[in-house]
Every structure is written in C-alpha cells, then in structure tokens.
C-alpha cells in the first residue's frame, strides 16, 4: 500500500485542535476534562468561555464527525505505522467526545461542567501567563463578563440532576461564592478605585447568576444516580480508550488482581500482627516524624526526594526537573476533587506552573473528627499519592508529554494510559528500594485492592457480572463505610469506563515491562514506553516490538 502524503493527518489535526480550542478554550487548557484534547490554542482565548448553546453542541457534533471522514478516508492507505498511531490518537479523542455530548449527554444533567468551565476559566484568566498586568486584567474582566452566559446556558440545558451531581453542585456554588469573595479582597490591594469599581461590578454579576443557578437546582428534585447510568462502557472501552481487551477479560484481571493483594494483605497482616486484621492496621498507622508536620509542607518535601531519588535512576532529567507547587486545594474546586490531586501546566511555556492540590479539611463539615481522620489518610498515605500525582506520576508523565515534538501526540492524553502509568509508578517506590517498611508495603497494596475493587464494579456492575451487594461488600473490605461505599458506586456509574483505567492501565504496563524489560535496560525502556505519546496498549506493544528490532 502506498503510504498517505506526509503532511494529511497533521493538517486534519490542526484544523481539529484549533476548531475545539475556539469552541471549548476552557475544557481544552484543563486536565479537568479527559474528553477534550489540551488543544494549545486555547492560550488564545483566556477571554472567552466555552459555548454549551444547545444548538452550538450540535454544529460541533456535525464537525466532529467530519474530522472522523476525513481520518477514515486515510486511515486505510497508511502504511506508516507512526502515522497510523497518530491517526488513531486522533479517532480516539474525537469518539471521547462523542460518547460524553452526543452518548451520554452530560450537558443535560451535570451542573459541575457549568461551573468548572465557568471558574476554572476565571482562574487561568488570573494566573495564567501573559505579557503585563494590563493583559491579565483585561482577560479576567472579559471571563467575568461571560460567565453569566455559561451558567444561563446550563439554566437553559438541565432539567433534571443525579442525586450525586445535586449535592456535589449546591456544594461547589457556596465554594465559588466564597472565592469571589476572597477574588474582591484580593483586587482591592492593587487596583486603582476606578478600575476596583469595574471589577466589583462584574463581580456582582456573577454572583447574582450563581444566586439564580442555585435557585434553579433548588428548585429541582434529584433524581436517583441510576437512572443517568447510560450503558457507554463498550464504546468508551474500545472507541475512546482503544483497548484491545473484551470485558470479560478486563473483569477476570480485576478479580485476579485483588485476589491477590488480598493474600498479600493477609500474609502481611500474619507477620505484623495476628491479632489483628489489616484494615486495624492500617488505620492506627502514623508515619513516625510526621504527626506534626504541616502537610503541605510534607509533600513538597517528599517531593523533593523522589526527584533525586528517580534521577539517580536515570529516569528523564529533564521531565523530573519540571517545576510542580503543592498547594492548597482552590476554594472553588475544594468540594469536588480528591483530597490529594494534580492540575497540569498546559503549555510548554515556562513561566506557566504545574499544581499538586492538598485538601487538608473537610469544607463541608463542622467536625475535628473528620478532620483528624482526613489528615491521618494524607498523612499516611503521602509517599503513594506523592508518587501518584507528581514524580514518578501524573507531573512526571505530563511533563515529558508537553516536551514532544509531534503535535497530535503532545496535545493528546488517553485516561487508561495517564491513569494506568500513575498507578503503576507507585509500584516502582518498592521496585527500586524506595519504599520498603512492612506499613508502608500495607498501606501500599491498601490501595491497590481498592483500585481493584473499582474496575470490578466499573467493568462488571452494569453488564451484571456483580451485584450491587457485592460491589458494596468490595469497597467495605477496603474498610469504606457503608454510606461511603454507596456515594463511590453512584459516582462510577455516571462516568462508565474511568474506574477501570487505574488498575487495568497498570495491568498492561507490568505486561509490557514482563514482555519488554529483559530485552533493554531500564532507562532506555522507560523511555521507549513514554516518548511516543499516550498510546493505546496494544499499538504500544507492537510499537516497542518495533523498536526493539530497529
């Protein structure tokens, strides 16, 4: 077969990153929403804020699918198997969206899009990079001005809301009030009165559209999680994150997979202490030398030390230098992220900042108990999430993502990929002798099991491979309580397929390594596994196949 003209998929892609960047800037420059690509132009519009008109939706879904013809017409002439990974990348993310506005259809239900689009913009219009001050001010008041029209549209789109999205919404439009209000205090300490006077205007606007928004789901009655369970898992699966597996086999690597640390738990426990289970163990664990640390503190610290610990390994110098802050968690993201979670820097530019997000309170209750629980699962579990979210993780594989040179592979992430990597990277503290204290072995296939647990239920709850009591029985081994075991499963069913990512990406990157390992030494593979983009596994396999002979 004739290979296709060089130049034929990178143009498509321009046309396609730069036609989402327009139409969505906000959901494009944030790591927020894994079924856009981070389309680099949308740098170009810090002024403006995604348009979710209904009617705006079905024009993009109509492009959309052209983009796919246009793919599809040179797909099958393309010898090159570089090129055709691309252009896979490319089929993949463009069914991502499909399947979240046309399949699923969140626009409709889900009041966080609304409100993240709205308040993550504002946030990069403030600290986003630019030229002068001047910019950073006009940008911000052009977001403050648009905000209204976002959150009018989601007025527009949503008449009904899982119990789920209701509660999580009602939550975050207090959070982002409140960080309106810290924004004012701010203002006032740099602004002229004349220019204050603008902003605390617009600033009145959008508190007046929050005021209406919230008294539009108030006035809703949520309807129960189920009910918005759209069965997308098959197509997620295979249209967007291109794996090669059915689902019985990815149910069958689940169950074997937390059969197995359950034994290792167990087997643990026997050598700790018999008289008592694992998950006693685990929650009377403290790290010595770490109860009084301040947390943000601790993990900037630990930080620091896989740094210099992964490059005495040889990973990518380059990539682990990368700068990353740990901060607290924004006012307005506090209620709806993990307690311990990462936000990319978008462009390559250097003066834009990576974030590792620390919550070190429950926002929403008034109790010291809570509290002191939350701190003991940070504090616990630091040198996992460390890992997870930053080196050798999410800032590492982000960081070497945005050094590539091919633009449809440096603008494009995959979920099975992203998620696979940063949980198989907690594996590589044991690996290489980072972490080998029998406690921190405990927690460490803690939360293994619990990975596993999540692609059980994600893979097998809605084809009826489990019940729901098993799939609660699943969550409370891994020592959830009985309400929190119920919020997890609600949640995993309104975005079928993410669960899954975690323990079945980790999976195929010990396939990968088993298969490939022997036959490099570690630096060259690690660098063969990561310096081709965000592939689907089984391209990636015959991609280091390749290479291997070459």
Known sequence: ?????????????????????????????????????????????YGTLDNLDADAISETLVQLKKFQNELAAIRGAEDDLEKYLEIELLNANIAGF???????????????????????GLDHA???????????????IARLTEIPRILNQGMNNIDSVPEDYYQASLHMIDDCQQYLDATNMNLS????K???????????????????????????TPVSDQQFGIDTLEATLKNHFLSARSLDEIFQIAVNDWEKNLRRLEQLR????????????????????????????????????????????????KALNAPVEVSATPIYLRSVRAAASFAAAFTSDI???????????????????????????????????????TIPGHHFLDSIRRQLQNPIRRQIESPLFYEGWASYSESLLSEYGYMNDAMDRLVDLKRNLWRSARCQIDAGLTAGRITETEAMELLQTCSFSAPEARRQIDRFRLNPGY??????????????????????????????????????????????KNLIED
């Open 1 to 45: 077969m004739a290979a296709t003209h060089k130049d034929t998929h990178i143009e498509i892609a321009k046309r396609y990153f730069n036609y989402l960047a327009e139409r969505f800037p906000v959901m494009c420059a944030s790591d927020e929403f894994h079924f856009l690509p981070r389309a680099e132009n949308a740098r170009n519009h």
């Open 98 to 120: 499909l399947i979240e506005f046309e399949q699923k259809r969140s626009w409709q239900y889900n009041p966080l899009l609304y409100l993240k689009i709205a308040f993550i």
């Open 126 to 140: 403030q600290n986003k990079p630019s030229d002068d001050f001047d910019e950073t001010t006009e940008r911000t």
């Open 189 to 192: 300490e740099f602004l002229s």
């Open 194 to 220: 004349a220019s204050l006077a603008a902003f605390s205007r617009k600033l009145e606007n959008v508190a007046l559209s929050l005021d209406s928004f919230k008294t539009l789901l108030s006035a809703l």
């Open 270 to 317: 026997s050598k700790l202490d018999p008289g008592k289970t694992w998950q006693a163990l685990y929650h009377h664990y403290f790290p010595s030398g770490v109860g009084g640390a301040n947390t943000v503190s601790l993990y900037a610290q630990e930080i620091k030390k896989l740094r210099s610990f992964f490059l005495a390994q040889g990973f990518n110098d």
């Open 351 to 389: 003066r834009e900042k990576s974030f590792f997000y620390i919550t070190t309170r429950f926002p929403r209750q008034k109790s010291d108990h809570a509290d002191t629980l939350l701190k003991k699962r940070i504090h616990r579990e630091y040198k996992p999430l460390t890992a997870h979210e």
């Open 499 to 544: 669960q899954v990512c975690y323990s079945l990406g980790s999976y195929e990157f010990k396939q990968l390594r088993a298969k490939y390992g022997p036959k490099m030494d570690p630096k060259r593979f690690y660098e063969c596994l990561l310096d081709g983009g965000e592939l689907p596994f089984h391209l990636l396999d015959l991609r280091l």
